[in-house]
């Protein structure tokens, strides 16, 4: 298994605007053969720091999976318009993907 994420680091106040258009997106991610979950994640708020932290999380059944999905149509579709909302991010995301470990 292969678990794909992206940080983001929001603007205290966008919180809600940043959710809404997750929510309201068309990932498409179940179109492609390998894709198992997504989840978008929240996580703690740095108010002197002007940020709250969110984490995308997918899994895949391979990285080799992953890699066919950032190549694909779906993917594109899905990421054309991410640049029109760059004031609500502190930074570009941030990527981290990890291969499971077998018999761990």
Do not use: C
Not at 9 to 28: L, P, Q
């Amino acid at each position: 298994m292969y678990i794909a994420m992206n940080r983001f680091k929001v603007a205290t106040g966008s919180e809600e605007a940043f959710e809404a258009i997750w929510k309201g997106r068309d990932s498409r991610l179940s179109e492609l053969a390998g894709f198992i979950s997504f989840q978008l994640l929240k996580g703690k708020s740095f108010t002197d720091e002007g940020y709250t932290l969110y984490a995308s999380h997918t899994m895949w059944e391979s990285e080799e999976a992953f890699t066919a999905w950032t190549r694909s149509e779906q993917f594109r579709d899905a990421h054309r318009n991410a640049g029109e909302r760059k004031a609500e991010y502190l930074g570009p995301p941030v990527f981290e993907g990890f291969n499971t470990v077998e018999g761990a």
